[in-house]
Antibody, heavy 120, light 108 residues
Framework: QENLVQSGAEMKKPGASVKVSCQAS????????MHWVRQAPGQGLEWMGI????????SYAQRLQGRVTMTRDTSTSTVYMELSGLRLEDTAVYYC?????????????WGQGTQVTVSS | EIVLVQSPATLSVSPGERATLSCRAS??????LAWYQQNPGQAPRLLIY???TRATGIPARFSGSGSGTEFTLTISSLQSEDFAVYYC??????????FGQGTKLEIK
């Protein structure tokens, strides 16, 4: 069964960094692009960036440029999202999502979400 | 960057009735538009991609239409489990991908 499993909740202080993992199973990891999407409390979905699971190329949302880094480990079928210089407004649930094959840009499988709380 | 605006922000409909949700883009694009459903405390679920194609396992009461800048999600006969928040999302060949701000579908 195709599945994405994310790491557990994190609590960080302002200025710190957080690294969230997302492990894929049940499909060929390198055939897909992977995305990160976040959702602040009571808010909508915000696209953060994309990583090609095979080649590792990335593209990030402009407002997060310089603070976000996405990487992958093909040996464990895992993608990572690291966000540095955390601010209170980075408090959110962070999701990884798989882009379906076919180039149509839809996210067909989602992780369960990781709560990241930034608090002093 | 393409901006998506969803309307209405909240839609109140009775079970068994039809719901129509709108998503308007700031510029015309390829039509790679998806719709997602999100229940409280859960991850979003893909309903529709390429504007009108239902994802695997999605009931036929969900349908998508539109092109250019105007897109619509229609739920033909609302079931209790359909009351949720719905998001549209676009992909125009390269990042950034963007989401609309969401429509909350509530029981009337």
């Amino acid at each position: 069964q195709e599945n994405l499993v994310q790491s557990g909740a994190e609590m960080k202080k302002p200025g710190a960094s957080v690294k969230v993992s997302c492990q894929a199973s049940g499909y060929t990891f390198t055939n897909h692009y992977m995305h990160w999407v976040r959702q602040a409390p009571g808010q909508g979905l915000e696209w953060m960036g994309i990583i090609h699971a095979s080649g590792g190329s990335t593209s990030y949302a402009q407002r997060l440029q310089g603070r976000v880094t996405m990487t992958r480990d093909t040996s464990t079928s895992t993608v990572y999202m690291e966000l540095s210089g955390l601010r209170l407004e980075d408090t959110a649930v962070y999701y990884c999502a798989r882009e379906e094959v076919g180039g149509r840009g839809a996210f067909d499988i989602w992780g369960q979400g990781t709560q990241v709380t930034v608090s002093s | 960057e393409i901006v998506l605006v969803q309307s209405p922000a909240t839609l109140s409909v009775s079970p068994g009735e039809r719901a129509t949700l709108s998503c308007r883009a700031s510029q015309s694009f390829s039509g790679n538009l998806a719709w997602y459903q999100q229940n409280p405390g859960q991850a979003p679920r893909l309903l529709i991609y390429s504007a009108s194609t239902r994802a695997t396992g999605i009931p036929a009461r969900f349908s998508g239409s539109g092109s250019g800048t105007e897109f619509t999600l229609t739920i033909s006969s609302l079931q209790s489990e359909d009351f949720a928040v719905y998001y549209c999302q676009q992909y125009n060949g390269w990042p950034p991908y963007t989401f609309g701000q969401g429509t909350k579908l509530e029981i009337k």
